[in-house]
């Protein structure tokens, strides 16, 4: 009977972060989806819900995790641009171009994650991730100083409220926020020597 209470709990959670993000894609506002509203897509109890996430905030970074995933492998083992073997100021400018595009691509969630974060969104264990990956890159570029410093205002042009404020607000094209970052993050680096 554990296997098949096993097997029941994988096919619960993942059709819970199937609904989740189904209703997250269909809303105009991270808001407007509740806890009641996934668990009656998922056709689970809210009870399974609960058990599985915790809190509606566990089921935002459950399902942030799940999509982030194929970007946090092509980092920490992929192929050029994200990989290791690329050198660190190029991996720099993909990284950061990785994380805008998941964020443009995954707008309303990234916003719903930042904003009710609840205490510092500095602490939050997706961005500790990013800012120590981001760090350990930037250490790796001779002549560059303040690494940690520099990461956090690197993501801060990433910021989910900054991407949905240019790209819904003031309308900018996703390719020119992508040139835009690139030129931003280069000028950051640029008083470090190149490599070569």
Known sequence: MPER??????????AVLA???????RHASPEDVTMADV?????????????AFGDRAGLLRALYEARLEPI???????????GPATPPQERVLAL?????????????LALALEEG?????????????????LRTVLMQIPGLTDSDFTA??????????????????????????RAQLANYTARSLAGAPPQG
């Open 19 to 25: 609904a989740a993000d189904a209703l997250f894609a």
């Open 117 to 133: 974060a609840g205490a510092s969104p500095y602490q939050a264990e997706h961005y500790e991730r990013w800012h120590r990956l």
């Open 39 to 51: 668990a009656a897509a998922a056709g689970v109890g809210k009870g399974t819900l609960f058990r």
């Open 5 to 14: 209470n096993r097997k029941d709990a994988i096919r619960n959670r993942e």
């Open 72 to 82: 946090r492998e092509a980092v920490e083992a992929g192929p050029p641009p994200l």
């Open 152 to 177: 956090h205002a690197l993501l801060a042009a990433t910021r989910a409220d900054l991407v949905e404020h240019l790209a819904e607000e003031e309308r900018v094209p996703r390719e020119r926020l």
């Open 96 to 108: 950061l171009d990785a994380v805008l595009c998941f964020k443009l691509d995954n707008r309303r």
